[in-house]
């Protein structure tokens, strides 16, 4: 569903047609949708970019567009990464690269802070990646550790900017259009003080939105890992 058939249906639904509700109604589901969007990463909120490094390059700012995005709307808007969730680098003069771990500067700092330092011995191929502030433009930055001796090819897998819905455009993420209609509704049901019904409908849209993380860990993308549990000293070999 659009955003304006998704709001004529809440304002129909509350009988509650006039300009100003309907105005009233798309912000309501917009800023639902962010929070929604925001809070977890869907896969549909994920994209691919690839973009050239130099030699000694310290810091990477990812403001290269997705290469690949794997969200569906009306529109498919052009969006940038929000933060780096994975990241992989490859020499020019190569063709596997390194996937890169993603650390904190405490890490750093604790195991090794002079890994961190930019000198001529110790350039080579980026191992690691700390995640930095963004830049003044708003797009995502990070710091390669070691810096690259030589210069590469930087593939990030990033979460994506949240774009505003406009009229025409239907939300990217898989199952929120039922999700964004209880919370649409239960919004408008507060604006016209209807505090019982409202609470009523904002549960209906908590359930909603469960069913999407239930989908969410259930399709193909998300891999299942048996991870062996250690009781305190004892591993679970000693419990069984």
């Given at each position: 569903?659009?955003?304006?058939?998704?709001?004529?249906?809440?304002?129909?639904?509350?009988?509650?047609?006039?300009?100003?509700?309907?105005?009233?109604?798309?912000?309501?589901?917009?800023?639902?949708?962010?929070?929604?969007?925001?809070?977890?990463?869907?896969?549909?909120?994920?994209?691919?970019?690839?973009?050239?490094?130099?030699?000694?390059?310290?810091?990477?700012?990812?403001?290269?567009?997705?290469?690949?995005?794997?969200?569906?709307?009306?529109?498919?808007?052009?969006?940038?990464?929000?933060?780096?969730?994975?990241?992989?680098?490859?020499?020019?003069?190569?063709?596997?690269?390194?996937?890169?771990?993603?650390?904190?500067?405490?890490?750093?700092?604790?195991?090794?802070?002079?890994?961190?330092?930019?000198?001529?011995?110790?350039?080579?191929?980026?191992?690691?990646?700390?995640?930095?502030?963004?830049?003044?433009?708003?797009?995502?930055?990070?710091?390669?550790?070691?810096?690259?001796?030589?210069?590469?090819?930087?593939?990030?897998?990033?979460?994506?900017?949240?774009?505003?819905?406009?009229?025409?455009?239907?939300?990217?993420?898989?199952?929120?259009?039922?999700?964004?209609?209880?919370?649409?509704e239960a919004a408008m049901l507060?604006?016209?003080?209807?505090?019982?019904?409202?609470?009523?409908?904002?549960?209906?849209?908590?359930?909603?939105?469960?069913?999407?993380?239930?989908?969410?860990?259930?399709?193909?993308?998300?891999?299942?890992?048996?991870?062996?549990?250690?009781?305190?000293?004892?591993?679970?070999?000693?419990?069984?």
């Amino acid at each position: 569903m659009t955003l304006d058939e998704l709001a004529n249906f809440i304002t129909t639904k509350v009988n509650d047609t006039n300009t100003d509700s309907v105005t009233a109604c798309k912000s309501y589901i917009n800023k639902r949708y962010k929070m929604i969007y925001e809070a977890s990463l869907w896969t549909e909120s994920l994209g691919i970019i690839s973009q050239s490094v130099a030699a000694s390059e310290t810091e990477t700012v990812v403001s290269t567009a997705p290469s690949i995005t794997f969200y569906q709307s009306s529109s498919a808007p052009t969006t940038y990464a929000d933060f780096v969730v994975a990241a992989k680098f490859t020499n020019n003069t190569e063709t596997d690269g390194n996937e890169l771990v993603g650390q904190d500067y405490l890490s750093f700092f604790q195991l090794d802070p002079n890994i961190w330092l930019d000198v001529s011995g110790r350039r080579t191929t980026p191992t690691n990646f700390v995640p930095l502030p963004k830049n003044g433009s708003g797009y995502a930055r990070i710091r390669l550790i070691p810096t690259p001796a030589l210069a590469g090819t930087l593939y990030v897998l990033a979460k994506l900017k949240f774009v505003e819905l406009g009229d025409s455009d239907s939300p990217c993420l898989r199952g929120v259009d039922n999700a964004l209609l209880a919370y649409g509704e239960a919004a408008m049901l507060e604006r016209a003080r209807q505090y019982g019904k409202a609470q009523l409908k904002n549960q209906e849209g908590q359930a909603m939105e469960q069913l999407m993380k239930d989908l969410e860990r259930g399709q193909q993308q998300v891999n299942s890992v048996v991870v062996p549990a250690q009781i305190g000293d004892n591993t679970i070999d000693d419990v069984l």
